[in-house]
């Protein structure tokens, strides 16, 4: 064995084989040269049976059995670290991954909640943009196009579709439509017309009372005009 270097006996041992046997196969082409009867395969045979008794390899060639295992140890080492390298990189991609889904996560519940927020606020806004009755000057007689234009400054634009609904149902926006056999009157064919005098005393001929009315009635008894225009379409009155 050799001292000092610890190099396995399985490396020298294949170093001492490789050796003897290109040792072997000059000695053959010799022999056949002078006339050897003895075979190169014999040669061959004797040699590697030579080769396996060989426990040490000559000093001269310990420094190149040396630098052999080194090498292989060199390679073992570097597909090591190229395994780990690729396991640690997939760790790192599996890890951002999921950080970006969660950041994802809540920018999308960030923008929810901002569009409600602003949903609200234009709700609000509306609302409080709305006119009041008395803001529209009285006049002798109103056409229909005049008065939708003040149901659309007085109810919020969210709800007006749903309160136009119900008036065109009711009395396809006739402030002073009647139904001859209930008594019922105006836009919203109030029963008995009198109880829009609470809007103003002028509930009979101008259409903005009327209409204020008519809104605080829907927002009272259903929250919304659109609230109002669910329960007609489900039973045909409000």
Known sequence: MLEGNRVSRISVRGFAVASATAVTTVGAVVGVASGSTQTPADNLEATADDATLLADIPAGQQAQVQTAS???????????????????????????????????????????????????????ASRSASRDSSDFPTQGSYSIG???????????????????????????????????????????????????????????????????????????????PCGAWNFWQANHWY
Not at 74 to 92: G, L, P, Y
Not at 107 to 123: F, G, S, V, W
Not at 146 to 165: G, H, K, L, T, Y
Request: proline share 2%.
């Open 70 to 124: 080194l090498s292989q140890q060199a390679d073992a080492q570097a597909i090591a670290a190229d395994s780990a390298a690729k396991k640690s990189a997939e760790e790192a991609a599996r890890k951002q991954a999921a950080e970006d889904a969660v950041s994802k996560q809540k920018a999308a519940e960030k923008a929810e909640k901002e569009a409600k927020e602003r949903k609200e606020a234009e709700k609000v």
């Open 146 to 224: 005049e008065i939708q234009a003040m149901a659309r400054q007085m109810v919020p634009a969210d709800q007006f579709q749903c309160f136009s609904n119900i008036v065109d149902h009711e009395s396809s926006w006739n402030y002073r439509a009647t139904n001859a056999s209930s008594g019922a009157y105006g836009l919203f064919q109030a029963l008995p017309g009198s109880k829009m005098s609470s809007a103003g005393s002028d509930w009979q001929t101008n259409p903005a009372t009327q209409i204020k009315w008519g809104l605080g009635y829907m927002d009272g008894r259903y929250g919304s």
